[in-house]
C-alpha cells in the first residue's frame, strides 16, 4: 500500500456525500481545502485526538467505533459553543504494518457520523508512526456573531442543567474492559449493558440541544462532558468566577448505570463526577427560563435534568448530599499526564 494510493482509498467517498453536507469550492485533492463562508457569522474552531491505548483498545472499540467517536468527540467540543459543525480535517498516523481494512473500517465510522452530523471532510494528513494509532480531527463550525455560549457566563441564582445520562460511558468502560474480548467479536448485547456500551462507543454530541438553548435566549455558560461532570462544573465556576452546587439526589442516574454499578460494587455517582466521554452537556441557564426550557426538550424527546444552582457565596463545586451535608468536590476526572 502506497501513501497516494491510501489517501484515495480513504477519500474517495466524498463523492458520495449528499447533497444536505457544505459544499467546498475546492476540495481534497489539491494543497488545501476552500470554502465560502457566511457573512455575519463566526468561524469556531477545535481539535481533539484520539490513541490506541490510551483512548481505546481492541477490547473497547471497533476500528468503525474509534472512527465515529473522533468524530463524535469534536463535533461535541462545537456543540459546547453553541455553534453548528460544518467542516472537518483528519491527521492520521498508523503502524507501517497496520491492515488496511482496519483504516477502512476507521474511516467508515468518521464519515458516517460526519453525515449524521451534517459534517464536510475537507481534507487532513497520512503518516505512519513506530507506534499505536493516532486519528486527530480539527473541526471548523459556524455561530451567528456574537452568540457563542462560553464557559464565563454562569450568574449567580442560574440553575446548572445536564443533558443525558453522565456515567454511562465509564460504566461501558468498565464493563467492555472486564470482558476482555475484542469488542468486534462481541456480538448483539443483552441489556441492561447495552446502553452503557452504546455511551461509550458511540456517543451523541447534543447538537441540536444546544442549539435549542442559544436560540431559547435563556443560556447562560456551557460546557461538554469530555472529562467527568465535576470537572466540566469546574470549569465553568473557575471561568465565571461563582460556585456550582450540584444536588446529589437531583443527578439523572441511568436505570441501567444503577444497575452495572450495584453487580460491579461502585457507586454510580463517582462514574458521573469523575468518569468523562459523555459528550453530554453541562451547562447553566437563568432561572426565568427554567420551565419553558425544560418543557422544550421535553417536547423533542432530549433528557434535561436540573441538577444544581450557581451561587455567590463559595467558589468552586460543591455537591448537596441525601443527607442535607454539603460537600466541596474536587476536580476529579481524567487527566492525561496523572500517574
Ligand atoms: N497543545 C495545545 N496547544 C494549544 N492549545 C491547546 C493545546 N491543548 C489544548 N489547548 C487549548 O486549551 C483549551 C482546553 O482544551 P481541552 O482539550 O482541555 O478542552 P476540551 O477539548 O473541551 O476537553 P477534552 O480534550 O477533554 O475533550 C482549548 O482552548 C484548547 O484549544
Ligand atoms: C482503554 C481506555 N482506557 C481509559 C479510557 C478513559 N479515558 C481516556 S481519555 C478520557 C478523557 C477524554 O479524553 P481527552 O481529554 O483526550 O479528550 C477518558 C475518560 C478509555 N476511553 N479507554
Ligand atoms: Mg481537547
Ligand atoms: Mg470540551
Ligand atoms: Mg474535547
Redesign the pocket.
Known amino acids: 500500500m502506497d501513501e497516494f494510493a491510501l489517501i484515495r482509498r480513504l477519500t474517495e467517498r466524498r463523492t458520495r456525500t449528499g447533497a444536505a453536507l457544505p459544499p467546498l469550492a475546492v476540495g481534497i485533492g489539491d494543497d488545501a481545502a476552500v470554502a465560502d463562508w457566511p457573512s455575519g457569522s463566526q468561524i469556531v474552531m477545535?481539535?481533539?485526538t484520539m490513541v490506541q491505548e490510551v483512548h481505546f483498545k481492541r477490547v473497547t472499540m471497533k476500528d468503525s467505533d474509534v472512527g465515529y467517536k473522533a468524530m463524535a468527540?469534536n463535533i461535541?467540543?462545537i456543540a459546547?459553543m453553541g455553534a453548528i459543525p460544518r467542516y472537518a480535517l483528519l491527521s492520521l498516523s498508523a503502524p507501517k504494518n497496520v491492515p488496511v481494512s482496519r483504516l477502512d473500517n476507521l474511516y467508515e465510522g468518521l464519515y458516517e457520523c460526519a453525515e449524521q452530523f451534517g459534517v464536510t471532510v475537507a481534507g487532513g494528513d497520512t503518516t505512519s508512526t513506530p507506534g499505536e494509532i493516532v486519528l486527530a480531527v480539527t473541526i471548523i463550525g459556524e455561530i451567528e456573531q456574537g452568540r457563542a455560549l462560553v464557559r464565563s457566563s454562569a450568574r449567580p441564582g442560574d440553575a446548572v442543567f445536564v443533558t443525558g445520562y453522565p456515567g454511562c460511558s465509564a460504566a461501558g468502560l468498565h464493563y467492555l474492559l472486564g470482558r476482555q474480548q475484542a469488542a468486534d467479536s462481541i456480538g448483539e448485547l443483552t441489556q441492561p449493558y447495552r446502553f452503557l456500551v452504546q455511551a461509550h462507543q458511540r456517543p451523541q454530541p447534543q447538537v441540536k440541544a444546544a442549539r435549542m438553548l442559544l436560540q431559547s435566549g435563556f443560556a447562560g455558560a456551557l460546557?461538554?462532558v469530555?472529562?467527568g461532570v465535576a470537572s466540566e462544573a469546574a470549569e465553568i465556576a473557575e471561568a465565571s468566577g461563582v460556585g456550582l452546587l450540584l444536588e446529589e439526589g437531583r443527578l439523572p442516574v441511568h436505570p441501567d448505570l444503577a444497575e452495572y454499578a450495584r453487580l460491579a460494587s461502585r457507586e454510580p455517582l463517582d462514574w458521573i463526577l469523575g468518569g468523562?466521554e459523555d459528550y453530554q452537556l453541562l451547562g447553566t441557564v437563568r432561572p426565568e427560563g427554567v420551565n419553558e426550557l425544560a418543557a422544550l426538550f421535553s417536547r423533542h424527546g432530549i433528557p434535561l435534568a436540573i441538577v444544581g444552582e450557581v451561587s455567590e457565596r463559595f467558589t468552586g463545586v460543591r455537591l448537596l448530599r441525601r443527607s442535607g451535608a454539603i460537600e466541596p468536590v474536587d476536580k476529579r476526572g481524567?487527566n492525561h499526564f496523572d500517574n
Do not use: K, M, P, T
Request: aromatic share 8%; hydrophobic share 10%.
Open positions: 477545535s481539535c481533539d468527540s461535541s467540543d459546547a460546557n461538554d469530555s472529562d468523562g481524567y
